[in-house]
Structure formats: structure tokens, C-alpha cells
């Protein structure tokens, strides 16, 4: 049985090495941090220094060669793939910097196919697809295709797709990596939105105006967390 | 003692000329590779024949040699156990004793022409002059026999079925190569070439693509020819050839598939460079 | 949306490609179809042809087909003792000869000649106009050829000049009447057949052999069937050979029909493996092309099997669809190719080479559905092994 003490994600001294022909690359080295319910993380660097793959240790998608991490006091390297994937479904939502948005599904159907493959009834993801769209302010773009969307319209249904099964964590990859500046602005209050109603968020960036939204900030750099600070 | 020796070294030596001279008298036969395996009959064995099934008229017969049958595809299964006789022999062995020296019949008479381009003419001569007989030229013959005419149509249908799935097929894996530079032609077409070029270029890919198939598909079909004919071989235990690459055959393959590859990439190809080109290099 | 769903829009997001797909399928699922007919058919028509006569076995004087080996002596005194055997229903005595019909040309119609002789059966022809011969009556029986080329009718006179095996001169014609037009069973489209009773066919090769058959045709009594008939006949007269229709169509089949059998599983296998490989090299680009959305929905929480499934439908879809079209077309296909094949001369014009057969149906959709399964290996074992963070990475990078 777990056993947890509020927090969603406690991760100590995970690593992840990856072995390669011309020798083994360490990508995230012994980092150590906790994600509480609420929290809007930032996790910033340069390129190459570990933060997409920290992130998706912390989401589960990649498991830690080293180190412990825990999901609400589950240790995630004890699950089977089986019980990773319904995590990933009911608990983490993710955002990526590509949207990767089904170009055949129009943008409902891309917020319905989550709860659908959560065995959520019929009418009731009707309704939560409905109440997402509205709130991410595309009510009536359902039913459009990826195609006929913006960049930034794009992000905004990947982001109601992340948050349909009202997962506690939502998990966001340069979200703003493609779009311009005042879209990216666009997609910052929505995420800020998504946080202050209780999903905890952390995104990786390496926009400092992005970071800066953030109540703490992590910097890291050649795998490690450099230094972390808080916004005022 | 040595007296006795001597006479009876003498004695076998008679009674082997003897027998080495009864065997010289016999009658010689050829039999067919089949018969020789079945019977486990080998060359010089004296074999009796009968022409009845109750045994009566029995003749013997020496083995002189052992054939391979002329493959025939009307025959194809059946196992040839043949024996070929002189033709008086043979008569003698199926004449009725009550039937008159003389009054014996052939079915077939075989002619080799001292010019075999006189063939025509001469079927027609032989047949002018001896109503009731028929003369066909050999040459040919297999061509203008139905079966082998009906069969070749056959062949033909299936040909051109697998030429119209392989047709779609093609087309479909062009597309999706063509598709697959979507983004890259989007690009070229952004930045100014003209649509005829870049599908000059694409028809090259797709022509040089088609000629290293054709290559491919010879060389692969060779292989199978010699597989195919092995086994259908042993199978059947025939000297028959089933599958045979002629140069004709390759010339006509290969006439049909550069085409083909290379209308399909055009088509394809075609399809694509009429959209936008922003389109195109938008993911 | 459950993972038929999700294959189905897969689909159509590229219709040009799944449309392909299926063609494809459909082309290759015709021929295969029709193979599957093949490798049948013949035989099956060949032993509803033989049933339709009527009789089930047929008496010979060695093991070679009627017409090929010796004649039977003493025909008409066995066929009588034959049909007083309590498990034989009838039975008749047949000879084959050639004939020419002086009429309609100056050489006349080079036709096959018949003679059957037997009390209380059926002759092996159906009466079309006029009317049956009767034995021991210098009558004759045409078919539908015949009497197109020789203008002849029923009730026309006619000098028929016989050409019977083993006759070693030359016969004078005989005068026949033209009693009806039959058709008989085993003639081909164009074949030219004549029918007299086996008195008459003797006096037509000479009248030297009248007491002969090439063929002995017996009808089994119903309550005895064939294989009870066959011992019987084989215990009354053991010099002679007994077939019933089954094993004469097991030597057909061991013979000439051999060959469109080896074709049939020939082009069974090579269609097989065009519809694996053609369907795997679709399932597999498409899915080499959207790996990044499969990754996404891997990270969002589908599970392997999920993704699997979603691959499976696609490759059941396009097998499914091009295969319910392959019926049409393959019929309309083997209506083609059997129309070709009927062209072999000596082929009866009842037989077919192509006939539905409901387990030609059935393996059809086990070889299609297994194509669909193997087919699907390859693509199936990229998503089921698809690394989704570097995936991810990759479409970034990409």
C-alpha cells in the first residue's frame, strides 16, 4: 500500500543515463525535487541540458535509470507499462511544443478521445468537451480540423485535450516553442488559468518571460538543477 | 584330376556362348527411364511382353537401352511406362493369328523432309493424292494445338490481373513516397522552381526507381524460372520445362513495368505539385 | 472512439492511399478467389456431370478409360446378367466409333458415333425433337451440331460412312433415318455426336463385332448404393474392371486436371504474398509517417495495446473491404477465365472449371483474414516498441 504526504511527484536523486555506440551520455544527473498539489514550476536551461527529459521522467513516460520516483507515493519503476499508461491517462496531463493534435479528428473529437479511452460515459464527455472548449475559448471551432486552426488555436485544444480527465499534474514542453509572441502570451494566461484551478503545472521553457510566470524556477544545466528560485 | 578341370571349364564356356548367343537372337527393345525404375529393369535384362492381358502370345525381348520419354503436357502425372519395339516385332506381337501376314496397320507415318520448308507443300501434296489420309506439318504443331492456345490465353488473363494489382500497388507506394517529400517539394516551390522542373526531377527518380525494379525483377524471375522448374520436375518426374524466360518474355516485362513505374511517379507526383506550395511545406 | 473507429478515420484522412489499398486487395483477393475455384472446380464438375448421367459405374475390359482400352466380349449377355443383380438398378452397353455423316458437304461431317444396347434404361442422351431410335432399326440420333452442319431434321435420310478402331479396311456408307436430335452429356460446344443402337453401329463397322462395348454403364439401385454394386459386379464377372464415378474422378483428378490444381496453388501462394506485402508497405509508411502522433497519444495515456489494436483495425479494414469486393470481381473474373478454359477441345460444354464451392468460400476469408494478421506483424511491432520520449524528441528535432 503507498503511502503519500500530499505530494503528487517526489523524485530523489534521479538520474538517466543513455547508452550510446560512442560511450553512455548522462542526461538528467541525481536531481532531487517534489511537485505539490498547486504548484506552477518552470524548468529552464539551454539546450541539450536535460529539462524535456527530467520532464518526462517526472510524467512518467520515461522511467529513471537511477534513483526513486514516486507518483502520489507509487513508486513509478515498480509499474507494469499497463499501469504507466492509466496513470499518464487519468493523472498527468501533457502539452507539447509540436500541438500533435489528430489531423483527421476535428478539435471535439481530439478533447473526446482522452476521456474515451478512460471509459468516460458518452454524454458526460460530451458535456466536459463542450465546457472545455468554452473555456479555452474555441466553442465554436468544434468542429474544425487541426488543419483549419492557428498555431495558436492548435495549442489551445492540445491543452483542453491535456486537461479533460482533470488530471492532478499538467505537463507542458514548450508550449510556446512554435507560436509568435503575443499568441505565446495567449497560451501563458490559459496555462496560468489551468493552474490557479487547482492542476499543479510545470513547463519547460527557455522563454524567461514564460519562466517568469512561474512560482518556482528551476535551472539547470548538463543534467543538473543548477539553482532554483522563487518569483515573487 | 586336372582333365576333369579342363572339361568342365570347357563345358561352362559352351553353355555361356550358348546363352550369350540366345540372347543375341532376341529381339531388342528400348524402355522408358519409368519402366526401368519401377521394374528395376536394367539394360541387357530379357524381358517377355504380351499384348493380351491373359498372357497368351507371350515373345521375349532383350533390353537394348533405356529412354527418357519425350516430356509430354498431355501426360503430365501419369507415369510413362513405355516400351518401344521395332515395328515388325511389334506387329508380330499383336497380330491375330487368324489375321494374314500383310494386313497390318499404322496410325502414324513420321516424314523428315530433305528441305523441312518444303513442309506445307508437301502436307498438301500427300494429302491431294491419298484422300482419307491427313498430313500436318510438325513444326508448329504444339502452337496450333487447342490446348496449348487456350492455355496461353489463360496465362494471359492471370497476366494481366497481376498486372492491374500490381499497377494499384505501385501507384499506392508512389504515393506515399511522393507524399512523403511533401514538405521539401512545398519548399522548392516556395522558393520559385517551376513545376515542370521539379517534376522533370521527380521523373527521373521515378524512371531510374522503374529500371533497377526491371533489373530486379528479372534477375529475381530467372531464380524462381529455375526453382519453379525443379520442382514441378521432381514432382512430377518429367523432363517437361513449366517456366521459361525467354528473351521475348523478359523484353515484354520489362516493356510494361519501366511505363508503368514511370507513369505512376508522374501521376503521383502530379497530384502533389497541384496544391498550394505553402500548403505543401506546412506540416 | 473504440479502435475501429480510430482506424477508420486513419483511413480516410488519406483516401487516396486506402482507396489504393483496397483495390489492391480486391485485385489480388479475385484471383485468389478464383484459384481457390479452381483448384476444384473441374473435378466437381466433372463428378456432377458423371452423377447426371445417371449411372454410377462403369464396367471395362482393363483399367483404361472407356474408349481407350479393348472391347468387351460376350457385352450384351454381361449387361443383361449385370442388370439382374439386386443391387444394379439398369444397365447398358456402350461402343464408341467415328463416323462421317454424307451430308451437308462434299466429305460430310466427321462426327462421334455411339452405340448402346440394354432393356429397361435410359440412353445416355436427352431427346430435344422427334423422338428415340429403336433397337435392331437402321436409326439414328444427332445432336444440335450435326444437324446445323448436315442440315439434317427428324425423319431425314442419310448415308453414314463408320470408322471403327481396329477396322482394318475401308467400311461402305450405310443408309440410317434421322429418328430425333438429342443432346448428350460429354459433347463439347462444337462436337459433333451421332447415336444408334449397338446392332446398328456393328452393321455400320462391318458386322463382324456385334456383340461388343468399349463400355459398360450401370446405375446402382438407390437402397444399395454405388459401392455395394461395384463388389457385386466385380464378383459376377471378375475378368473385367468395375469404376464407380468416384474413382473415376480420382483418376482425372491424377491426371490431366493435375495440372490446374499445381496452378491454382501456385497462384494461390504468389497472391497471398503480394496482399501480405502490399498491405504491410502501406500499414508500415503510413505509420513511419505519423510516429510522432503516436507517441503523443502514448504519452497522453493510450495504452500499447490501444496503439496495437488501432494498427490492426486499419490493416482489417483495407483486407476487410478489398475482400468483400473481391467476390464480385472474382466471379466476374472466373466467368471470364472459365469461358477461356471451356475453349479445350474434347471439354464437355457441361463441365466448368470455376464452381462456387461454399469451402472455397470459407478458406477465402481464413487466407484473407490471416493476411490481415500477418500483415499487420510488422507495423504492429513498431507502435508496440515505439520509445515515446525519444520519439518525441525526434519530432522536435525533425
Request: glycine fraction near 8%.
Amino acid at each position: 500500500m503507498s503511502t503519500t504526504n500530499g505530494h503528487i511527484v517526489e523524485a530523489r536523486n534521479i538520474s538517466r543515463i543513455f547508452p550510446m555506440p560512442a560511450g553512455p551520455v548522462t542526461a538528467v544527473a541525481d536531481v532531487s525535487l517534489e511537485i505539490l498539489p498547486g504548484d506552477h514550476i518552470a524548468i529552464r536551461g539551454p539546450s541539450g541540458c536535460g529539462k524535456s527529459t527530467l520532464l518526462h521522467m517526472l510524467g512518467c513516460v520515461e522511467a529513471p535509470t537511477a534513483g526513486t520516483l514516486l507518483f502520489r507515493g507509487d513508486d513509478v519503476t515498480q509499474l507494469s507499462d499497463r499501469q504507466r499508461s492509466l496513470l499518464r491517462l487519468r493523472q498527468i496531463g501533457f502539452v507539447f511544443q509540436r500541438f500533435f493534435l489528430l489531423p483527421m479528428l476535428t478539435a471535439a473529437e481530439n478533447i473526446e478521445l482522452p476521456q474515451s479511452e478512460a471509459n468516460v460515459p458518452k454524454a458526460e464527455r460530451r458535456q466536459r468537451t463542450h465546457e472545455l472548449l468554452e473555456y479555452v475559448g474555441l466553442a465554436a471551432r468544434a468542429a474544425h480540423r487541426p488543419s483549419e486552426l492557428s498555431g495558436g488555436e492548435m495549442q489551445r485544444v492540445a491543452i483542453a485535450r491535456a486537461v479533460a480527465n482533470k488530471p492532478g499534474l499538467l505537463l507542458a514542453d514548450e508550449p510556446t516553442g512554435e507560436l509568435d509572441r503575443a499568441t505565446g502570451e495567449q497560451i501563458a494566461s490559459l496555462l496560468d488559468r489551468v493552474n490557479a484551478d487547482g492542476t499543479a503545472l510545470v513547463i519547460v521553457t527557455h522563454d524567461p518571460a514564460l519562466a517568469e510566470r512561474s512560482t518556482k524556477i528551476l535551472s539547470m544545466r548538463d543534467g543538473r538543477i543548477e539553482s532554483e528560485s522563487t518569483s515573487a | 584330376m586336372w582333365v576333369r578341370c579342363l572339361l568342365a571349364l570347357i563345358g561352362a564356356a559352351l553353355i555361356a556362348s550358348a546363352t550369350v548367343q540366345a540372347d543375341d537372337t532376341l529381339p531388342s527393345v528400348l524402355i522408358s527411364r519409368q519402366l526401368s525404375e519401377g521394374e528395376r529393369l536394367s539394360v541387357g535384362d530379357v524381358i517377355r511382353l504380351s499384348a493380351s492381358e491373359d498372357g497368351s502370345n507371350v515373345q521375349q525381348f532383350r533390353i537394348a537401352g533405356i529412354y527418357e520419354p519425350t516430356p509430354d503436357p498431355a501426360r503430365l502425372g501419369a507415369v510413362i511406362r513405355e516400351v518401344q519395339l521395332h515395328l515388325p516385332d511389334l506387329l508380330s506381337l499383336t497380330r491375330e493369328p487368324s489375321a494374314p501376314s500383310g494386313s497390318e496397320y499404322v496410325q502414324t507415318i513420321n516424314v523428315a523432309l530433305v528441305d523441312p520448308n518444303d513442309a506445307d507443300a508437301f502436307s498438301r501434296d500427300v494429302r491431294a493424292r491419298m484422300p482419307g489420309i491427313d498430313a500436318q506439318p510438325a513444326t508448329g504443331a504444339a502452337e496450333s494445338t487447342g490446348p496449348f492456345i487456350v492455355l496461353r490465353r489463360f496465362h494471359l488473363a492471370i497476366a494481366i490481373v497481376t498486372i492491374v494489382a500490381s499497377t494499384v500497388f505501385l501507384l499506392a507506394l508512389t504515393i506515399m513516397l511522393v507524399d512523403e517529400r511533401r514538405a521539401a517539394v512545398g519548399v522548392l516551390r516556395l522558393i520559385g522552381l517551376p513545376i515542370h522542373r521539379i517534376l522533370l526531377q521527380l521523373f527521373l527518380e521515378g524512371l531510374l526507381i522503374a529500371v533497377v525494379g526491371s533489373a530486379f525483377g528479372l534477375a529475381l524471375s530467372l531464380l524462381s524460372e529455375g526453382i519453379i522448374n525443379r520442382f514441378f520436375q521432381w514432382r512430377y518426374d518429367t523432363a517437361l520445362v513449366f517456366v521459361r524466360v525467354t528473351p521475348q518474355v523478359a523484353a515484354v516485362c520489362v516493356a510494361i513495368a519501366i511505363p508503368l513505374g514511370v507513369s505512376a511517379t508522374v501521376v503521383a507526383s502530379w497530384a502533389l505539385l497541384r496544391r498550394n506550395g505553402l500548403r505543401l511545406a506546412r506540416r | 472512439m473504440n479502435a475501429m473507429g480510430f482506424a477508420w478515420r486513419s483511413l480516410v484522412r488519406q483516401p487516396a492511399r486506402a482507396s489504393l489499398g483496397v483495390l489492391g486487395v480486391a485485385a489480388v483477393g479475385a484471383l485468389l478467389f478464383d484459384m481457390l475455384l479452381l483448384s476444384q472446380g473441374l473435378v466437381i464438375s466433372m463428378r456432377d456431370l458423371l452423377e447426371r448421367t445417371g449411372f454410377d459405374l462403369r464396367v471395362t475390359a482393363t483399367d483404361a478409360l472407356p474408349g481407350q482400352g479393348p472391347l468387351i466380349p460376350n457385352a450384351v449377355e454381361r449387361t443383361q446378367a449385370i442388370s439382374q443383380l439386386s443391387s444394379v438398378r439398369s444397365a447398358i452397353a456402350l461402343r464408341f466409333a467415328n463416323a462421317f455423316v454424307l451430308a451437308g458437304g462434299p466429305r460430310g461431317v466427321y462426327t462421334t458415333f455411339q452405340g448402346v444396347a440394354g432393356t429397361g434404361a435410359a440412353h445416355p442422351w436427352t431427346i430435344l425433337r422427334g423422338r428415340d431410335v429403336t433397337a435392331g432399326r437402321p436409326e439414328i440420333v444427332i445432336n444440335e451440331n450435326t444437324a446445323t452442319r448436315t442440315r439434317l431434321a427428324a425423319g431425314s435420310r442419310v448415308m453414314l460412312r463408320a470408322s471403327c478402331a481396329g477396322q482394318k479396311q475401308a467400311l461402305p456408307p450405310v443408309p440410317f433415318i434421322v429418328s430425333g436430335i438429342a443432346q448428350f452429356p460429354f459433347d463439347s460446344p462444337s462436337g459433333t455426336t451421332i447415336a444408334t443402337s449397338l446392332q446398328m453401329l456393328a452393321t455400320a463397322c462391318g458386322g463382324n463385332e456385334t456383340n461388343e462395348a468399349d463400355v459398360i454403364m450401370v446405375a446402382s439401385q438407390e437402397r444399395a448404393g454405388p459401392a455395394v454394386a461395384v463388389s457385386d459386379v466385380a464378383a459376377l464377372l471378375p475378368d473385367l474392371h468395375v469404376l464407380s464415378n468416384a474413382e473415376a474422378v480420382n483418376r482425372f483428378e491424377r491426371g490431366g486436371f493435375t495440372y490446374f490444381r499445381q496452378i491454382s496453388t501456385v497462384l494461390t501462394a504468389v497472391t497471398l504474398s503480394f496482399a501480405v506485402l502490399l498491405i504491410t508497405v502501406l500499414l508500415t509508411v503510413s505509420i513511419n509517417q505519423r510516429l510522432g502522433e503516436i507517441a503523443a497519444l502514448r504519452a497522453l495515456g493510450f495504452s500499447r495495446w490501444r496503439v496495437v489494436a488501432d494498427v490492426f483495425c486499419e490493416s482489417v479494414l483495407i483486407v476487410g473491404g478489398g475482400g468483400l469486393l473481391s467476390l464480385p470481381v472474382g466471379a466476374l473474373l472466373a466467368i471470364g477465365l472459365d469461358h477461356i478454359l471451356k475453349r479445350i477441345p474434347g471439354i464437355p460444354a457441361d463441365v466448368h472449371f470455376f464452381v462456387f464451392q461454399p469451402s472455397a468460400l470459407q478458406v477465402h476469408l481464413a487466407l484473407l483474414s490471416a493476411t490481415a494478421i500477418v500483415a499487420a506483424l510488422y507495423p504492429i511491432r513498431i507502435v508496440a516498441r515505439l520509445p515515446i520520449a525519444a520519439t518525441l524528441r525526434d519530432e522536435v528535432v525533425g
